[in-house]
């Protein structure tokens, strides 16, 4: 029983961290009730994003005011009633939402256990753009290319690739020794939720085995790497800051 001696794979670092399930503490979030939240990314660590994971109780809601912040919503497992303005849609598992800035959204009638990871940031308008439109979809309607011409890699983007937009969600599966192409470093910032499967992530000088429910942050130019591991295919769902100026 390795939790009577402390130990833990969870790393939190200047520039990276990694939270595994065994790690999370619960918060109270302001519009979300019967239901319990673990806040595992944020800008308390030097974030630009709040990731979150929610839980829900039979009878659980979600109702978020608009304002400053969009969220996108990935539903782990079970199943909610998701409505953007006048938009309403079941969704199960592998459906997702946006919620642009300056709209109200709200989830119902959850599964007991339904499970939803929430990716939030402030919307940073780009002048002469069409801001971005409310969606509630399913990854199973979203088409998965190869990345970078390898099939052991297939890549998946949930939400448009249009200037408006200043966030991406993406769905990264791998088979079995599938890895990236290369050491990535970039300016985009990650938030990142291991869905199944297990593998190593390299972030900065670190290797750490990941496997499915961790969270992983990664900060702007954090040379990053992710290599398959196991008898079967490895899936993450990540976030990227996009589209934006440096200056």
Request: hydrophobic fraction near 45%.
């Amino acid at each position: 029983m390795p939790e009577l001696f402390g130990h833990t794979r969870a790393r939190v670092g200047a520039r990276h961290a990694l939270i595994t399930p065994d790690n999370h503490v619960h918060s109270s979030v302001p519009g979300i009730s019967g239901a319990t939240a673990a806040v595992l990314v944020s800008p308390a660590m030097g974030a630009g994003v709040a990731q979150t994971l929610v839980t829900f109780q039979s009878g659980g809601s979600a109702r978020v005011a608009a304002g400053a912040v969009q969220t996108f919503g990935y539903v782990m497992g079970g199943g909610a009633t998701v409505s953007i303005g006048e938009k309403k849609r079941r969704l199960g598992a592998g459906g997702y939402f946006f919620c642009p800035a300056g709209s109200e959204w709200s989830l119902a009638s959850p599964k007991k256990g339904t499970q939803v990871t929430l990716f939030q940031k402030r919307y940073a308008p780009l002048p002469g753009a069409r801001v971005p439109r409310a969606i509630l979809s399913d990854q199973s309607r979203v088409k998965g290319t190869p990345f970078l011409g390898d099939p052991a890699a297939n890549l998946q983007v949930l939400l448009p690739d249009e200037p408006g937009f200043d966030m991406a969600v993406n769905l990264f599966a791998y088979q079995p020794g599938g890895h990236l192409p290369f050491v990535e470093v970039h300016i985009m910032e990650h938030g990142l939720v291991m869905l199944s499967g297990e593998g190593v992530y390299r972030l900065e000088d670190s290797w750490y085995p990941v496997r499915a429910g961790d969270a992983i942050w990664m900060a702007p130019y954090c040379a990053q790497w992710f290599v398959a591991m196991g008898k079967v295919p490895a899936r993450y769902l990540y976030y990227k800051d996009v589209n934006r100026a440096a200056l």
